[in-house]
């Protein structure tokens, strides 16, 4: 990775200003606090963001609402623009907008996206996405303070922050997780073991059940013979009861029988006592009928009589008619006469020839009508009596006709019973004949009876013998149904027995496979604590241990560049720098200020050498920034940097210093300064 130029809006020192950095060495030259640094944290920022210690704050301008970086790059012969905005809202500082450009196509997206696609463009291990940007730190750029910290801190936890760098902090990691499971394992392990202390009590509680089971079968078998003995018991008494019923019945069948014939003779005894009396009213309607005279002559003239009577009421009924038709003629005529006479009385001329109508016209008239009326009068009068007359002659008709037809009915009954009497005779004979079968009935019926008597009085013993039969079926019944109820008692524990065995071999089949999967456990605690811990603990050691003498002997080599010869440096199993005179080790406190940047320096390159060999794909190998790596050296010390710098064999080295003399060690010179607290570029020139 190549850093071609950087832009920075309203950044610390910076208000607007553009940085171009060419191949090579570059050296950021000013005096302190003129923002060399700062351009340093704003490429930091444009690769990865706001760290998660990082505020906002530390980077945008005083008194600015918004700030924001432009990187421009080139990894691997792509060209690559970052941009990072940073906006104040009320009292907060937050990354507003992202961005990053690849051969001048554009992405937009969130902080994370943003770091996610810059660190596959810089081929660091998906496991740095996570972290802070301590890859970019310790093989790019580190502050010396920082360095000198790491080189101060205690054993255990630069040993932990070198895992971290070199990424195999995996392996302390799995220790520690086969640690946990471990102890988690261990602890599952008591835990079943709790439970399996049961597990012979359950096998002596089976044993026990299992015995018991045993018992109860063979109690069943017993209690299912007296069953079916009970039952045999109960199954001949009930035949016998069946073959008692059945002599029951038949009497109970006789009975009916009886009852029946009993109905017969009454019937029959009905009967005869019916047909009697039968005889006896038809011999006495035979001799009443035979003093009854009929004369068919009288009968004739009666019926001539009623004849004639019929005809003559006809011929009043139409006579009487037709005087009330002549009657009701003459009223509506009176009407007529009345109107006529109503109307001359007000007529004043004739209708006809309209001349005037005198009063003598009108009495000749009125005389007329009156004539007229006096004669229909008349009429009336006369056509009323007749019809009186005619109306009396009808009742007396009538009255006769009644009494002649009295005669005629008492005539045609004694016709009807002088013809009834040979049909009478014989119904007579047919009655006596029916009587006399009714009587021979009767008296067989009676001999059917008594016969059913004694059949009955035969089969009486059998009621009593039945109903001790059935009394004693129904104890043996009982006492099948109370053994029944014993059986399926039984039958009932046998099952409760049964299910409680079930249980406890499924309880003992789960303590069993419980207890295999606590020796796996165990065995498998065993494996991981004693062999596959010790597994990862050595190849954790190995793999240091290689690191570290790769370390300590680039370490050595950079120190002796660095100090005077009668110094001589190597690191220790933790990493820690080890200084020693003629011999003798020196503690680190007693190193002068300059010797201390040193150590700093030599650990730092030597750390970035180690982390590039190890992760020889990283797009970051070729770029070294070191800020501010001569603080406290010596004349002597600043003359041998040139060879650092010569050895460092790196496409882009970036030096942050304001020594003038680094300006002749390197190839080009970028110069800052502040004018009214704000950093510009004095001068850009080609160094040494």
């Known amino acids: 990775m190549i850093i071609k130029k950087i832009r920075l ?38 690769l990865f963001g706001l ?145 399996l202390e049961n597990l012979e009590e359950l096998n002596k509680r089976l044993e026990e059940k299992k015995k018991f089971l045993v018992e109860l079968h063979k109690n069943k078998e017993s209690e299912e013979r007296i069953l079916s003995e009970k039952k045999q018991a109960a199954k001949k008494i009930e035949e016998e009861v069946h073959e008692i019923e059945a002599k029951v019945r038949e009497r109970e069948n006789l009975e009916k029988e009886k009852e029946k014939a009993s109905i017969m003779l ?76 109503d109307k001359i009385s007000r007529l004043k001329s004739c209708p006809t020839c309209l001349q005037e109508v005198n009063e003598e016209y009108k009495n000749n008239i009125f005389k007329k009508i009156e004539y007229e009326l006096l004669g229909m009068a008349k009429k009336s009068e006369e056509i009323e009596q007749q019809k009186i007359y005619v109306s009396e002659s009808l009742d007396s008709l009538r009255k006769e006709t009644s009494l002649l037809e009295q005669n005629k009915s008492e005539e045609e009954i004694k016709k009807i019973k002088s013809e009834n009497l040979k049909e009478k005779e014989s119904s007579l004979l047919e009655f006596e004949r029916k009587k006399r079968q009714a009587e021979q009935d009767t008296e067989m019926i009676f001999k059917h009876m008594k016969r059913l008597e004694g059949e009955i009085e035969s089969f009486s013993k059998f009621n009593e013998l039945f109903q001790h039969k059935k009394k004693e079926l129904e104890e043996k019944i009982f006492e099948e149904r109370r053994q029944e109820m014993k059986v399926v008692g039984i039958n009932k524990e046998i099952f409760f027995i049964d299910s409680q065995i079930n249980d406890v071999e499924e309880q003992i089949k789960e303590k069993k496979k419980l207890k295999e999967k606590v020796e796996y456990f165990k065995s498998l605690e065993d494996w991981l604590s004693d ?64 010797e201390r940047t040193s150590v700093a320096l030599a650990y730092r390159l030597a750390l970035n050498q180690v982390i590039n060999s190890l992760l020889s794909k990283i797009m970051t190998r070729d770029l ?24 460092l064999n790196a496409s882009q080295l970036i030096l942050v210093s304001h020594e003038a003399k680094i300006e002749s060690f390197v190839e080009h010179i970028i110069k800052l300064k502040k004018e009214n607290n704000i950093t510009v570029i004095e001068s850009n020139s080609a160094g040494g």
Do not use: H
């Open 531 to 594: 062999k596959f811990l010790g597994l990862v603990l050595f190849t954790e050691k190995n793999v240091m241990l290689k690191l570290k003498d790769e370390f300590s002997k680039l370490f050595s080599e950079w120190f002796s560049i660095l100090v005077p010869e009668s110094l001589t440096a190597r690191l220790d199993e933790t990493f820690s720098p080890i200084i020693e005179q003629q011999g003798y080790e020196i503690s680190y406190n007693y190193l002068s200020g300059g």
């Open 266 to 341: 009454m019937n029959k005894e009905e009967a005869v006592v019916e047909l009697k009396s039968q005889v006896r009213r038809l011999s006495q309607e035979i001799e009443e009928g035979k003093k009854i005279t009929f004369d068919e002559k009288k009968l004739q003239e009666i019926l001539d009589m009623i004849k004639k009577n019929k005809e003559s009421e006809r011929i009043n009924q139409e006579k009487i008619i037709q005087f009330y038709s002549q009657l009701n003629s003459l009223r509506e005529r009176k009407k007529e006469m009345d109107i006529l006479r």
């Open 51 to 195: 760290q998660p210690s990082q505020r906002g704050s530390s980077l945008l301008k005083n008194g600015k609402k918004e700030g924001r970086v432009v990187l421009e790059l080139d990894i691997n012969g792509r060209s690559v623009v970052l941009e990072r905005t940073l906006k104040k809202t009320g009292k907060n500082i937050t990354q507003e907008g992202s961005s990053i450009s690849i051969d001048n196509e554009r992405f937009e997206g969130s902080v994370t996206e943003i770091k996610d696609r810059v660190l596959q463009l810089l081929k660091y291990p998906s496991e740095f996405s996570k972290k802070t940007n301590i890859l970019y730190k310790f093989t790019v750029y580190t502050p010396q303070e920082e360095m000198k910290q790491i080189i101060l801190e205690s054993s255990e936890t630069r040993l932990n922050t070198l895992r971290y760098i070199f990424g195999i902090d995996k392996y302390k990691r799995v220790a520690e997780n086969i640690d946990t499971f471990a102890s988690k394992l261990r602890e599952d392990i008591r835990n079943k073991e709790g439970q």
């Open 624 to 647: 070294i920034i070191l800020d501010e790596p001569t603080d406290g050296f010596s004349e002597t010390q600043l003359d041998k940097m040139r060879d650092v710098l010569t050895q």
């Open 9 to 46: 809006e309203n950044i610390r020192s910076y208000e607007s200003q553009e940085i171009e950095f060419p191949s090579g060495s570059v050296l950021l030259s000013g005096d302190i606090g003129c923002g060399k640094t700062s351009v340093l944290l704003a490429i930091e920022f444009a």
